[in-house]
T-cell receptor
Framework: DTGVSQDPRHKITKRGQNVTFRCDPISEHNRLYWYRQTLGQGPEFLTYFQNEAQLEKSRLLSDRFSAERPKGSFSTLEIQRTEQGDSAMYLC???????????????FGQGTRLTVV | QKEVEQNSGPLSVPEGAIASLNCTYSDRGSQSFFWYRQYSGKSPELIMFIYSNGDKEDGRFTAQLNKASQYVSLLIRDSQPSDSATYLCAVKDYKLSFGAGTTVTVRA
């Protein structure tokens, strides 16, 4: 296991279509994060899992967005009825969390670049 | 006020010089601080983390943390053209909160 893996790397979709992205974290990491990044900005937090539990969703995550991590391993992020404003880099990161308040460093995958036309 | 603010760039330095990057954060209770490097079109790459006040050195990089002033910095010594990238400051409780980044260009 060499790191966080995301698939696909690039996705072009027509407005109104649904898309799904996958993230495979570092195998021993129990925490998984999704971020979105647009040009010239830092990554913006979308949602966070500890094992299979989704513990927080950002206000940025509208009802069209849903994320799952069914077995506490890989995660999927689905965007329904895509809009041009959804065009961005979608980043996944993972870390090893211990007791509340402790956590290891977070490492990012290569990202999925979404273009909505 | 944004949670994490970085000094505006871009920052241009000659090869061999020191690049100095600054970051302030709003949550006084923050405990973990990170610097990521991001090349154009690529994902962020962790280069430094610091948890305690003071300096932490790793090769040509030095991170400095002052929790009383809510200030984190990154020094890049002997800057190389390969250091040209955007540097992201991040503060972590259970999630990372990022600044907008500072773009550094090292002139050969």
């Amino acid at each position: 296991d060499t790191g966080v893996s995301q698939d696909p790397r690039h996705k072009i979709t027509k407005r109104g279509q649904n898309v799904t992205f996958r993230c495979d974290p570092i195998s021993e990491h129990n925490r998984l994060y999704w971020y979105r990044q647009t040009l010239g900005q830092g990554p913006e937090f979308l949602t966070y899992f500890q094992n299979e539990a989704q513990l927080e969703k950002s206000r940025l995550l509208s009802d069209r967005f849903s994320a799952e991590r069914p077995k506490g391993s890989f995660s999927t992020l689905e965007i329904q009825r895509t809009e041009q404003g959804d065009s961005a880099m979608y980043l996944c990161a993972s870390s090893l969390g211990g007791i509340i308040g402790t956590d290891s460093e977070a490492f990012f995958g290569q990202g999925t670049r979404l273009t909505v036309v | 006020q944004k949670e994490v603010e970085q000094n505006s760039g871009p920052l241009s330095v000659p090869e061999g010089a020191i690049a100095s990057l600054n970051c302030t954060y709003s949550d006084r209770g923050s405990q973990s601080f990170f610097w990521y490097r991001q090349y154009s079109g690529k994902s962020p790459e962790l280069i430094m983390f610091i948890y305690s006040n003071g300096d932490k050195e790793d090769g040509r990089f030095t991170a400095q943390l002052n929790k009383a002033s809510q200030y984190v910095s990154l020094l890049i010594r002997d800057s190389q053209p390969s250091d040209s990238a955007t540097y992201l400051c991040a503060v972590k409780d259970y999630k990372l909160s990022f600044g907008a980044g500072t773009t550094v260009t090292v002139r050969a």
